[in-house]
């Protein structure tokens, strides 16, 4: 049975571009939740849904935003890169809300 | 003061020895209590989940949790240099696993 699967695997932007990742989760879940890892740190958490509709939002400005389709994958987009967004950008899928979380590979994003 | 204190080490041990891997914590709200790990350029992989207070035992992999002490151990024996990676704590509230806070990761090495 396949895990949670991310796109790109690895992206290079500039400055003030745009990106949209994706994530498909594991058949038969239904929340996806994105995180953020800096090198060197620990994952940080950017939004949970569940059921198309956002549940939980960490502390990121508006330039970040996501959405959740009717067969549970999702996209995260980020607006007017930063230097700083260069990260790992996980996509955990979990059954339900209150269940345990499991990863995808992640998608590296470098911005120049 | 971050919410969930965690030494990034390196750490670097005998093959065959015994790991002891450790988080502190400072929101009480943490009923869930996790350890996942994360090989180079992947996603955390989950290896233990505990709720509140107690041991778990996963074949080598031994989970403690005090909360009273707010203070979590991941124990490895018969270490393996399989199991050099970076190992992540990571937390929940009692509302549920919406949200995980992570440690910073503790960056384990095992000497063939």
């Given at each position: 049975d396949a895990g949670v699967t991310q796109s790109p695997t690895h992206l290079i932007k500039t400055r003030g571009?745009?990106?949209?990742?994706?994530?498909?989760?594991?058949?038969?879940?239904?929340?996806?939740?994105?995180?953020?890892?800096?090198?060197?740190?620990?994952?940080?958490?950017?939004?949970q849904y569940y059921e198309k509709e956002e549940r939980g939002r960490g502390n990121f400005p508006d330039r970040f935003s996501a959405r959740q389709f009717p067969n549970y994958s999702s996209?995260?987009?980020?607006?007017?890169?930063?230097?700083?967004?260069?990260?790992?950008?996980?996509?955990?899928?979990?059954?339900?809300?209150?269940?345990?979380?499991?990863?995808?590979?992640?998608?590296?994003?470098?911005?120049? | 003061q971050k919410e969930v204190?965690?030494?990034?080490?390196?750490?670097?041990?005998?093959?065959?020895?015994?790991?002891?891997?450790?988080?502190?914590?400072?929101?009480?709200?943490?009923?869930?209590?996790?350890?996942?790990?994360q090989y180079s350029r992947k996603g955390p992989e989950l290896l233990m989940y505990t709720y509140s207070s107690g041991n778990k035992e996963d074949g080598r992999f031994t989970a403690q949790v005090d909360k009273s002490s707010k203070y979590i151990s991941l124990f490895i024996r018969d270490s393996q240099p399989s199991d050099s990676a970076t190992y992540l704590c990571a937390m929940a509230s009692n509302?549920?696993?919406?949200?995980?806070?992570?440690?910073?990761?503790?960056?384990?090495?095992?000497?063939p």
């Open positions: 571009q745009h990106v949209t990742l994706r994530c498909s989760p594991i058949s038969g879940h239904k929340s996806v939740s994105w995180y953020q890892q800096v090198l060197g740190q620990g994952p940080q958490f950017i939004f996209e995260l987009n980020v607006n007017a890169l930063l230097l700083g967004d260069s990260a790992l950008y996980l996509c955990a899928s979990s059954a339900d809300r209150a269940e345990t979380q499991y990863f995808g590979p992640g998608t590296r994003l470098l911005v120049l | 204190e965690q030494d990034p080490g390196p750490l670097s041990v005998p093959e065959g020895a015994i790991v002891s891997l450790n988080c502190t914590y400072s929101n009480s709200a943490f009923q869930y209590f996790m350890w996942y790990r509302f549920g696993n919406e949200k995980l806070t992570f440690g910073t990761g503790t960056r384990l090495t095992i000497i």
